[in-house]
């Protein structure tokens, strides 16, 4: 089986149902697992480097505010056809983030191949746990989809467990600092099961822009900042498009030191398994509870005011 994954939560579920080894083809941001993809050929680019400009010229340059620009991804069709896959794996949820189903669609018909597309677009926790399942049925795997299905379901239902009938603090999500854009789709639930009340989106809402007023109105408790496809280090280079907005310092969570930045791109901005450790991390951010591994600083840092933000 040779597999071409157009979207890096896809190869995140490639991996693991234990097929990282048939992986002929990926996008340039598939990094999961590092050592598995690293040797593994780059079908795509981006027009540029995010690390380049700010999260505003970002926006802009892929539509901005309406989120249906031309997608930051450009795929290189003569790679494709070269690597003659039996199964390319992409999406039709967001034309911005990643290749198109239609566009991959189009080359495979263009270079007569005789590849299988397979299109995954949750929009929900249910959602992306299914995918497993879809992804293992083409690869041939059901088996241990299922199995790795039930696993990721009972680390849920833990998170659940260990985080019901705790007080609820009022949260906000970050997934975009310039224009601020609410994080969607299956944030909402993350925080919902880790124990938070989510406030400014709903569970597999396609969000758009929002006003800061809507986020001072809203007076959370905890502000959770994961810029699509940014580090934590990315994020923080920009944390003065949060920290200078009228009224930060009168936030609850701020004056509670509740401003968490997190790895988005790891745990909340892929629709990949992933985000079930997205919701343990949480469980720990919101209530101190440990569920699975300990949370370290990589996946979950407090954002504190430099000297110079301070009143």
Request: aromatic share 4%.
């Amino acid at each position: 089986m040779r597999i071409v994954s157009l979207l890096p939560a896809a190869t995140d579920i490639v991996a693991e149902l234990g097929l990282a080894g048939s992986l002929v083809g990926r996008t340039h941001e598939c990094d999961w697992p590092p050592d598995a993809v690293a040797s593994v050929p780059v079908v795509t680019s981006a027009g540029f480097s995010s690390d380049t400009l700010s999260s505003r010229e970002i926006s802009d340059a892929v539509g901005g505010s309406r989120h249906s620009g031309s997608s930051l991804y450009a795929l290189d069709t003569a790679a494709l056809a070269s690597l003659a896959p039996d199964v390319v794996l992409t999406q039709d949820l967001c034309d911005v983030c990643a290749v198109s189903y239609t566009a991959v669609s189009h080359a495979v018909r263009v270079l007569d191949a005789e590849a299988r597309v397979l299109s995954l677009e949750p929009r929900t926790l249910a959602d992306v746990l299914d995918c497993l399942l879809r992804v293992g049925k083409m690869l041939g795997v059901e088996q241990v989809a299922a199995e790795r299905h039930a696993e990721l379901t009972a680390r849920l239902g833990a998170v659940g467990d260990r985080t019901s009938g705790l007080p609820r603090p009022r949260v906000v999500a970050i997934e975009w600092l310039d224009p601020l854009w609410p994080a969607g789709h299956w944030v909402p639930e993350q925080i919902a099961v880790a124990g938070g009340l989510p406030l400014l989106a709903e569970a597999g809402e396609h969000t758009k822009p929002m006003r800061w007023d809507d986020v001072v109105a809203a007076r959370p408790d905890v502000l959770l900042v994961l810029p699509c496809g940014f580090t934590p280090e990315r994020t923080g280079r920009e944390r003065g498009l949060l920290t200078r907005l009228p009224g930060w310092f009168d936030l609850p969570a701020v004056r509670r030191g509740a401003v968490w930045v997190l790895d988005g791109p790891a745990y909340y901005n892929r629709p990949g398994p992933r985000v079930v450790r997205g919701a343990e991390v949480l469980a720990q951010v919101l209530h101190s509870v440990r569920v699975g591994a300990p949370v370290t600083a990589d996946e979950a840092r407090r954002l504190t005011p430099s000297p110079e933000e301070q009143r």
